[in-house]
């Protein structure tokens, strides 16, 4: 069918970026290295990085089960069996659901604020989860402490406001002008400790479930984006690969300019403004 067809299309096709990287890495790269089992190896663990950077999903035994990739990253560049990238997606889409679950369930509760915890945020420091159960109080934990940091922040945002208030105040009263130049956000200022701490929860359980739902949305060409720069990482840090859609981003954002639509557009300031019509468009 059509859909079959184009799997195969996108599996010659990446098949294809393959063996054109790994010849340009090897053939014009500065550093004269070659994608082989040693390279392999350590293209394995920028890759789990990539994927897992705050080792914040992965569990220990779904690193284990794709240890067995380690040396062939090499392999599957240029034979176009991307097994790691499915696999590693697999793994990792499942522990995102279980993520969000837990977020619905912590988000219903309560946080206690007066039991003394420890996080490591350093995931240079930190290990890998070994159970559902290790997982599930690694996400509280991540969860109370992204709140407590969010409500220290609209107390410092309500505390400036308040500060500002006051001065504008004073200046009303010693100026002969009635209006005032500028308009204090009310909304903050009128909130009590307890509406402050539940805006902070709001805030950030909104903000874990877009996180979630934006990595759920990553697909196959996101992962091979990572696998090849995973490779080319190891030649040097300045060395990637830009895939079509990501390329036109960046020739945009380096030109100033998008074409494509039948004209040319241009930014100006904070306008858009057509440069030029293509002929024919």
Same mark, same amino acid.
């Given at each position: 069918?059509?859909?079959?067809?184009?799997? #195969?299309?996108?599996?010659?096709?990446?098949?294809?970026?393959?063996?054109?990287?790994?010849?340009?890495?090897?053939?014009?790269?500065?550093?004269?290295?070659?994608?082989?089992?040693?390279?392999?190896?350590?293209?394995?663990?920028?890759? *789990?990085?990539?994927?897992?950077?705050?080792?914040?999903?992965?569990?220990?035994?779904?690193?284990?089960?794709?240890?067995?990739?380690?040396? @062939?990253?090499?392999?599957?560049?240029?034979?176009?069996?991307?097994?790691? &990238?499915?696999?590693?997606?697999?793994?990792?889409?499942?522990?995102?659901?279980?993520? +969000? +679950?837990?977020?619905? +369930?912590?988000?219903?509760?309560? !946080?206690?604020?007066? &039991?003394?915890?420890?996080?490591?945020?350093?995931?240079?420091?930190?290990?890998?989860?070994?159970? *559902?159960?290790?997982?599930?109080?690694?996400?509280?934990? /991540?969860?109370?402490?992204?709140?407590?940091?969010?409500?220290?922040? #609209?107390?410092? =945002?309500?505390?400036?406001?308040?500060?500002?208030?006051?001065? @504008?105040?004073?200046?009303?009263?010693?100026?002969?002008?009635?209006?005032?130049?500028?308009?204090?956000? #009310?909304?903050? #200022?009128?909130?009590?400790?307890?509406?402050?701490?539940?805006?902070?929860?709001?805030?950030?359980?909104?903000?874990? @479930?877009?996180?979630?739902?934006? &990595?759920?949305?990553?697909?196959?060409?996101?992962?091979?984006?990572? !696998?090849?720069?995973?490779?080319?990482?190891?030649?040097?840090?300045?060395?990637?690969?830009?895939?079509?859609?990501? @390329?036109?981003?960046?020739?945009?954002? /380096?030109?100033?300019?998008? =074409?494509?639509?039948?004209?040319?557009?241009?930014? =100006?300031?904070?306008?858009?403004?057509?440069?030029? &019509?293509?002929?024919?468009?």
């Amino acid at each position: 069918g059509i859909s079959d067809s184009f799997a #195969l299309l996108k599996d010659k096709k990446s098949l294809l970026v393959g063996n054109v990287l790994k010849n340009y890495l090897e053939s014009y790269h500065y550093r004269s290295l070659s994608v082989n089992d040693d390279l392999s190896n350590k293209a394995f663990k920028e890759f *789990v990085k990539r994927v897992d950077y705050g080792k914040q999903f992965y569990f220990q035994d779904d690193l284990k089960k794709l240890e067995k990739y380690n040396s @062939k990253m090499d392999d599957q560049m240029v034979n176009g069996n991307h097994s790691l &990238i499915i696999e590693s997606r697999n793994i990792l889409m499942s522990r995102i659901k279980q993520a +969000e +679950e837990i977020r619905k +369930e912590i988000f219903g509760k309560k !946080f206690d604020f007066t &039991i003394k915890e420890n996080l490591e945020l350093d995931p240079e420091k930190k290990n890998y989860v070994n159970s *559902v159960k290790e997982f599930k109080d690694h996400w509280r934990k /991540i969860f109370k402490q992204s709140v407590l940091t969010r409500y220290l922040s #609209l107390l410092e =945002e309500k505390k400036n406001l308040e500060n500002e208030k006051s001065k @504008k105040e004073k200046k009303k009263l010693s100026s002969k002008n009635k209006e005032a130049k500028h308009k204090i956000d #009310l909304g903050l #200022l009128k909130m009590s400790d307890k509406e402050l701490r539940e805006k902070a929860k709001g805030s950030i359980s909104k903000k874990y @479930k877009n996180l979630f739902s934006r &990595i759920l949305k990553e697909d196959y060409d996101d992962y091979l984006e990572k !696998f090849f720069n995973s490779i080319s990482n190891i030649f040097d840090p300045h060395t990637s690969y830009l895939p079509p859609k990501k @390329k036109e981003d960046f020739d945009i954002d /380096i030109s100033g300019s998008l =074409e494509g639509i039948g004209a040319v557009l241009q930014e =100006e300031g904070s306008f858009i403004k057509v440069v030029k &019509i293509v002929p024919g468009g």
